[in-house]
């Protein structure tokens, strides 16, 4: 038998189309960024890192240079609370009183050597310092001049109950400045919140480096300046300096280069002094006019509790400080102050107080009242007082 013949073999099934390419993506713009979404969302990222960083730092109190608006910067820290012991304030004894001083009293007291010196010293209207609140740099300074009654104007200040104020003068902004503000600060009073730090130092207004030194600490301070005839003010420099060295030539010799001349000697201390408007200049490079009060040397004398009004409204506080507290001295032609409440008699200041100037020859008064006149008038100008110095006579 034949054998079967294979049935013929299947054929394959044809091979399936080929895929069509995908679309090609589409090209970004021109000027548009060809990265991708992790990209951009690692730049988000970033961005959101700087700007936390920049909050945080901000509210740390960064750089005076990043400035954060007001409503996110941290608000300042309260006050630190008082021990429980502790009273509001510490008045002075019924009856205390306290001696005002001339306005020609000394200014050239002793710089201080410690920090105890001062801060132990009598001040608003307490016996001594309190154990309590805390040492602060002053908010206003009595910075000048010397001989014009800063002195008398300082005692009267410290009777109110929300001044505290050194007795010495610091002398920090001229001859001790090198030792820093931690240094100066140890030596203030210690005050409690609301009360007014003060010291005086009447050579800040003929110092050259003083305007620029306090306004580098604090450039809103307030400052007073107690100012006086120039003429006179000169003399009860000789006057004081006279006291302590009685070998010193007459006052007519120091006062002029060339007296046949008429050749002031501006050199002097005593005559440099006098000259206000060379030395306020400098002052109102770095303050406004507004911040120095000016008083009358002499209205302080004739009129202290007219005066006092002016200082404590700039300051301001409370006219606390009134004609009650003084007491005018015939003999000695000056006030006293005292305690309103005080039914005793007024302490006045001591022997080395109110000193009789020496007799000077009136051509040399008239030599220098022509000499300061120019200086006067520009003062005038530059303040807008007319403190009326040039009237012949003022002096006596």
Not at 49 to 77: I, W
Not at 115 to 131: E, F, I, K, V
Not at 382 to 396: H, L, Y
Request: charged share 20%; proline share 14%; with cysteine.
């Amino acid at each position: 038998m034949a054998p079967r013949p294979a049935p013929p073999a299947r054929p394959a099934p044809p091979a399936p189309p080929p895929a069509p390419p995908p679309p090609p993506l589409p090209l970004p713009p021109p000027g548009a960024s060809a990265k991708g979404p992790p990209a951009r969302k690692l730049l988000f990222m970033c961005s959101v890192s700087l700007s936390v960083t920049y909050l945080c730092y901000s509210l740390l109190g960064g750089s005076g240079a990043l400035q954060f608006p007001l409503a996110l910067q941290e608000p300042p820290s309260p006050p630190p609370s008082l021990p429980p012991a502790a009273a509001p304030r510490t008045p002075r004894a019924p009856g205390g009183t306290v001696a005002a001083r001339e306005p020609g009293a000394p200014d050239d007291e002793p710089a201080i050597p410690r920090a105890a010196d001062a801060s132990g010293d009598r001040g608003g209207g307490a016996t001594g310092t309190p154990d309590y609140g805390e040492k602060r740099l002053p908010q206003a300074l009595i910075i000048g001049v010397k001989k014009g009654g800063t002195r008398a104007l300082l005692e009267a200040i410290r009777a109110h109950p929300d001044v505290r104020a050194v007795g010495v003068e610091p002398h920090f902004f001229d001859r001790n400045y090198d030792k820093g503000l931690d240094w100066y600060r140890s030596v203030m009073p210690k005050t409690l919140d609301g009360q007014l730090t003060m010291e005086k130092t009447p050579s800040y207004f003929v110092t050259s480096e003083a305007p620029r030194r306090i306004h580098a600490m604090a450039r809103d301070i307030k400052l007073i300046v107690v100012v006086r005839d120039p003429v006179t003010r000169a003399i009860s420099d000789y006057t004081q300096t006279l006291s302590k060295k009685p070998e010193i030539p007459t006052f007519e010799v120091l006062a002029f280069k060339n007296r046949t001349l008429g050749l002031v000697d501006a050199s002097w201390s005593a005559i440099r002094i006098g000259i206000y408007a060379l030395h306020l200049e400098g002052w109102l490079r770095y303050f406004r006019l507004a911040q120095i009060l000016l008083v009358s040397g002499e209205r302080l004398i004739v009129d202290p509790a007219g005066e006092m009004a002016k200082v404590q409204d700039f300051l301001g506080l409370t006219r606390v400080v009134t004609e009650k507290h003084f007491y005018f001295n015939k003999t000695k032609g000056f006030p006293c102050l005292k305690k309103p409440e005080d039914s005793g008699a007024p302490r006045c200041l001591g022997k080395s107080k109110g000193r009789t100037h020496p007799p000077i020859d009136p051509d040399v008064i008239h030599r220098l009242r022509k000499f300061y006149k120019p200086f006067n008038l520009m003062f005038y100008q530059m303040t807008g007082q007319d403190f009326q110095w040039e009237q012949e006579g003022s002096d006596q």
